[in-house]
């Protein structure tokens, strides 16, 4: 049996901190290893520590969220950072996503939902809220064009169903929507999923909506 989900905890508030840390202490399956109050003692705690997954906020004094993720996921591909953002915060955690964070959250989040994001990160899967979904193709918009990418020459290699199911990722769809959209079964999505990862060159869900983004073909 596996240990605990080993979680870092990376915020300059210290009552958020121990906010989230009396929750998910309350879970038999994470545990709280070590705390940072800005990006700079993150990023060490984080080599020291070595967690599995960093809930990181955007906005911290002098190494901020973004700028840690970077260099997190940079530096220590297999640990994931769950970053923290509020709406005002969007384009923070847009740079973060593409930065190599495995998701995000608003801060605002129920604690259940909390908890099941960090075990979806810490599994391999992707945390991109639906319903902030359109808010990123928003932001995402003004990157549109600035690469001069064409989706075509770059989703080339996959075939129509793997066009399907990268654009339902890229509305946020779960794996159990995709399914049910596709009519097919949930390890039938898992093994597209893989592929369209793969043939693409992408770490995770989160890479394919950012490149969803940057193709135009979120949204449509």
């Given at each position: 049996?596996?240990?605990?989900?080993?979680?870092?905890?990376?915020?300059?508030?210290?009552?958020?901190?121990y906010g989230?840390?009396?929750?998910?202490?309350?879970?038999s399956?994470?545990e709280?290893?070590?705390?940072?109050?800005?990006?700079?003692?993150?990023?060490?705690?984080?080599?020291?520590?070595?967690?599995?997954?960093?809930?990181?906020?955007?906005?911290m004094?002098?190494?901020?969220?973004?700028?840690?993720?970077?260099?997190?996921?940079?530096?220590?591909?297999?640990?994931?950072v769950?970053?923290?953002?509020?709406?005002d915060?969007?384009?923070?955690?847009f740079?973060a996503?593409?930065?190599?964070a495995s998701?995000?959250?608003l801060?605002d989040?129920?604690?259940?939902?909390?908890?099941?994001a960090?075990?979806a990160?810490?599994?391999?899967?992707?945390?991109?809220a639906?319903?902030?979904?359109?808010k990123?193709i928003?932001?995402?918009a003004?990157?549109l064009?600035?690469?001069?990418r064409?989706?075509?020459?770059?989703?080339?290699?996959?075939?129509?169903?793997e066009r399907?199911?990268f654009?339902?990722?890229?509305?946020g769809?779960?794996n159990?929507?995709?399914?049910?959209?596709l009519?097919?079964?949930?390890?039938?999505?898992?093994?597209?999923?893989?592929?369209?990862?793969?043939?693409?060159?992408l770490?995770?869900?989160?890479q394919?909506?950012?490149?969803?983004?940057?193709?135009?073909v979120?949204?449509?």
């Amino acid at each position: 049996m596996t240990g605990p989900i080993r979680v870092l905890l990376a915020d300059d508030q210290e009552l958020v901190r121990y906010g989230f840390r009396l929750m998910l202490d309350a879970e038999s399956d994470v545990e709280v290893v070590g705390e940072a109050a800005d990006g700079a003692v993150a990023i060490s705690e984080v080599g020291r520590l070595l967690p599995d997954v960093v809930l990181m906020d955007v906005r911290m004094p002098g190494v901020d969220g973004l700028q840690a993720t970077t260099r997190i996921a940079a530096e220590f591909p297999g640990i994931r950072v769950l970053v923290l953002t509020t709406f005002d915060l969007d384009d923070y955690a847009f740079g973060a996503l593409r930065a190599g964070a495995s998701g995000f959250l608003l801060k605002d989040t129920r604690p259940a939902e909390l908890v099941d994001a960090i075990r979806a990160v810490h599994r391999g899967d992707a945390v991109v809220a639906p319903r902030i979904t359109a808010k990123l193709i928003e932001l995402a918009a003004p990157h549109l064009t600035e690469h001069g990418r064409d989706a075509e020459t770059e989703l080339a290699a996959l075939s129509a169903r793997e066009r399907d199911v990268f654009r339902l990722i890229a509305e946020g769809a779960t794996n159990g929507e995709i399914a049910s959209t596709l009519f097919v079964s949930e390890s039938t999505v898992k093994t597209h999923v893989g592929r369209v990862l793969l043939k693409l060159g992408l770490r995770d869900r989160v890479q394919a909506v950012i490149l969803a983004f940057e193709l135009g073909v979120a949204g449509r």
